[in-house]
């Protein structure tokens, strides 16, 4: 079983920058892949980023790419989301999920992710 928990949305201006954190909890962590997604009022969660269990390999929606960067800190059992350059329709609530089995590759779907957070709040101002 894993547990997640996400940390660090607000509200922040266009341009601006954030890091989101999502701590694990669970023996497993270090051998999940992981991934972001959001959801905005209205619309359908969305694939943001992905990365190996080993942090070796990211992946990233079309939407966020050149702009956000996902990492991980294994010793820590987080996985973060650096967002550059915000822009207002990034605006939504953000969460982390865990792929359903370990050793897995990337992952973008999110049936393909077993565990999710309960979401953090990014809302950005222009």
């Known amino acids: 079983q894993v547990q997640l928990v996400e940390s660090g949305g607000r509200l922040v201006q266009a341009g601006g920058s954030l890091r989101l954190s999502c701590t694990a909890s669970g023996r497993t962590f270090s051998s999940r892949s992981m991934g972001w997604f959001r959801q905005a009022p209205g619309k359908e969660r969305e694939f943001v980023a992905a990365?190996?269990?080993?942090?070796?390999?990211?992946y990233y929606g079309d939407s966020v790419k050149g702009r956000f960067t996902i990492s991980r800190d294994n010793a820590k059992n987080t996985v973060y989301l650096q967002m550059n350059t915000l822009k207002p329709e990034d605006t939504a609530v953000y969460y982390c999920?865990?792929?359903?089995?370990?050793?897995?590759?990337?992952?973008?779907?999110?049936?393909?992710?077993?565990?999710w957070g309960q979401g953090t709040q990014v809302t950005v101002s222009s």
């Open positions: 990365i190996s269990w080993s942090g070796g390999s990211t």
């Open positions: 999920a865990a792929v359903s089995n370990i050793f897995s590759g990337l992952m973008f779907r999110a049936h393909e992710y077993a565990y």
